[in-house]
């Protein structure tokens, strides 16, 4: 009987697995037969079962593919060079002329996929009848960061490098942004009247009050990218700087320019700092200094809301046929343009994790891809003075007084300057202090190292020779204490480095 159940199992088992038939199986009785059937007709459902959920999520599968609810990309379709063509087609978009109108429906229709707050055209207080492009992507939070370029161009220009190009750019990085939720909202401004000395943005921003002005955490403005002749170089990012109400010089902080760099780097493209070839010095330049060349982010620099230019032009770099007719689509570049709406989408994503805007600091210099904030600067000059310090009290021991008051003197300057101008004093003075630690010496590398300490002050004058007779810089406002300080560290320092004094090497 045990061996009988034994084999009426294995046989249902078989069913369910195999489907064996009941005919090739031999020793079994007819009550045995029947509970074998029924226990075949039950597997048989069960089968049948299981193919129709497996065939219910193949059809499942194959509709969400066919109409995804979320697609890879959303409105794919939507790419920087084909907004710039559109815009580049109406002509020359002057402000106030018919093209200018056409160039903002075209605006509209390609930001119409996305889900937006506060889409616009706002006028403002000028002579001239002012239209600027607003729109706002939500965030979760509260805070806002601007995403900028402008739509108009000079009377005779279809205006495709400067700056259908930033306005592409913008508005394709503005469809890359919604499709990941931020805590910032990202508002687009397409200004109008940058080429009758920034209008737009003046207007713009003179309707802010203080409340909305501290609202704003940072200011992106693509200025002339995706340049066909920049392909294979580095993008640059231009800290232009601007005069503030009361005068005096004011800057883009460091922690933006940090962030922005840091936001290129994620994506692979390091950038340059204000000149590809030159940066250290363009850098100097616009400390003592104002471009000829202006951009929409100096209105805000001037109220100290932070703001930054991303560009495909260095400082030194003319705009060529920017204000031309040859200012054609056929000098972008796509591939170009793309690169510059994945790193711009980067860089408003990196500034999104911030919670607020963070210490503003206008002294650093970006040196090696790093920025040196002023703490950075200070430790550097604060080593060198102690070592200042040790080395030539032991050199000028057993001096005369003389000698000891022009070291004291050297020492007071070179301190007052790190501390007063530190971005300059790290270029133009730290050399020179380096070189008084070195061994004296006969006279022949006495006067080597005098020609080698007085070298960079001597290029930053040079440099601003050189911009002013080619335009770059529109006028010199060079800090009077900084350089003056500097000036007298730079006097003391080569005269230590000519005198004998005592032999205490």
Request: charged share 20%; hydrophobic share 50%.
């Amino acid at each position: 009987m045990i061996s009988r159940l034994g084999k009426l199992d294995t046989l249902s088992g078989n069913l369910c697995r195999d489907s064996v038939p009941i005919a090739r199986v031999k020793g079994v009785g007819w009550a045995e037969e029947l509970v074998v059937r029924k226990k075949e007709s039950h597997c048989h459902g069960r089968v049948a079962g299981e193919r129709r959920y497996i065939h219910r999520g193949l059809l499942v599968v194959l509709v969400a593919w066919l109409f995804p609810l979320y697609p890879p990309r959303l409105a794919a379709e939507i790419s920087a060079m084909s907004i710039a063509e559109e815009l580049v087609a109406v002509g020359p978009r002057s402000t106030g002329s018919a093209a200018h109108a056409q160039a903002l429906q075209r605006v509209r229709e390609a930001l119409a996929p996305l889900t937006l707050a506060e889409v616009r055209v706002v006028g403002g207080a000028s002579e001239e009848p002012l239209a600027t492009f607003e729109a706002v992507l939500p965030g979760r939070g509260g805070g806002e960061i601007l995403l900028t370029a402008h739509l108009d161009t000079v009377a005779h220009s279809p205006g495709a490098l400067d700056d259908a190009s930033g306005c592409a750019v913008a508005i394709a990085a503005l469809h890359d942004l919604a499709r990941t939720p931020l805590s910032h909202s990202v508002r687009l401004l397409l200004f109008d009247g940058e080429e009758l000395g920034l209008q737009g943005s003046r207007s713009w921003l003179n309707e802010l009050d203080a409340e909305r002005r501290a609202d704003i955490l940072a200011v992106i403005n693509l200025e002339m990218v995706g340049a066909r002749g920049a392909r294979g170089r580095r993008p640059v990012v231009v800290p232009l700087p601007a005069q503030g109400p009361r005068g005096g010089q004011r800057r883009p902080p460091g922690w933006l320019v940090h962030a922005v760099l840091r936001g290129l780097d994620t994506v692979g493209w390091p950038a340059a700092v204000a000149d590809r070839r030159h940066s250290i010095a363009s850098q100097l330049l616009l400390r003592v200094g104002y471009p000829a060349r202006g951009a929409d982010s100096q209105p805000f620099v001037r109220v100290r809301i932070p703001a930054i230019v991303l560009t495909d032009l260095s400082l030194w770099e003319d705009k060529g046929a920017g204000h031309s007719a040859a200012d054609g689509v056929e000098r972008l570049d796509p591939a170009r343009l793309e690169r510059w709406t994945t790193a711009t989408a980067a860089i408003v994503r990196r500034l999104d994790a911030l919670a607020g805007r963070p210490r503003g600091e206008e002294e650093y210099l970006v040196l090696a891809g790093r920025v040196w904030l002023r703490r950075d600067i200070y430790w550097v000059g604060f080593a060198l003075w102690v070592l200042l310090l040790l080395v030539e009290r032991r050199r000028w021991q057993g001096s005369v007084a003389g000698a000891r008051r022009r070291v004291s003197l050297f020492r007071f300057s070179f301190l007052a300057a790190a501390l007063v101008a530190p971005s300059l004093a790290m270029v133009l003075l730290y050399p020179m202090g380096a070189l008084t630690l070195l061994p004296r010496g006969g006279l022949r590398w006495q006067r080597g190292k005098l020609a080698v300490g007085l070298l960079p002050i001597a290029g930053l004058l040079l440099v601003c020779l050189l911009a002013l007779l080619r335009g770059t810089l529109a006028w010199w406002s060079p800090p009077v204490v900084s350089l003056t300080l500097i000036g007298v560290a730079l006097a003391t320092g080569g005269a230590l480095l000519l005198r004998a004094g005592p032999a205490a090497e």
